[in-house]
């Protein structure tokens, strides 16, 4: 099975950016961002097939969702960023057949990356 790991978190200021990376032991269908803000169900906030990309309405126009030509590794930019972006960031990867913009169609998780945003 494949497995993801994150990095790029960290603090910073409202209005600042962040990038986000999840490296695949493998070669991923489709990946995805979801977030748990503290004291929020987690929620899926991009996604993409490498053919099309999908987002959340909280982060549309501001996060951008892209992965290598390889897709094995996918990246989160994080642009003017806002406090109620804080959250524990997790990398996903699509099951085989899946929607790439279903969230229950993603079955393997990263550990998650704190994302702090300060105001």
């Known amino acids: 099975q494949v497995q993801l790991e994150e990095s790029g978190g960290g603090w910073v200021q409202a209005g600042g950016s962040l990038r986000l990376s999840c490296t695949a032991s493998?070669?991923?269908?489709?990946s995805a961002w979801f977030r748990r803000a503290p004291g929020k169900e987690r929620e899926m906030i991009a996604a993409?097939?490498?053919?099309?990309?999908w987002y959340a309405d909280s982060v549309k126009g501001r996060f951008t969702i892209s992965r290598d030509n390889d897709e094995t590794t996918v990246y989160l930019q994080m642009d003017s960023l806002k406090s109620e972006d804080t959250g524990v960031y997790y990398c996903?990867?699509?099951?085989?057949?899946?929607?790439?913009?279903?969230?229950?169609?993603?079955?393997?998780w990263g550990q998650g990356t704190q994302v702090t945003v300060s105001s």
């Open positions: 993409t097939n490498s053919i099309r990309t």
């Open positions: 493998g070669r991923t269908l489709s």
């Open positions: 996903a990867a699509g099951r085989p057949g899946g929607g790439f913009n279903i969230p229950v169609d993603y079955n393997i």
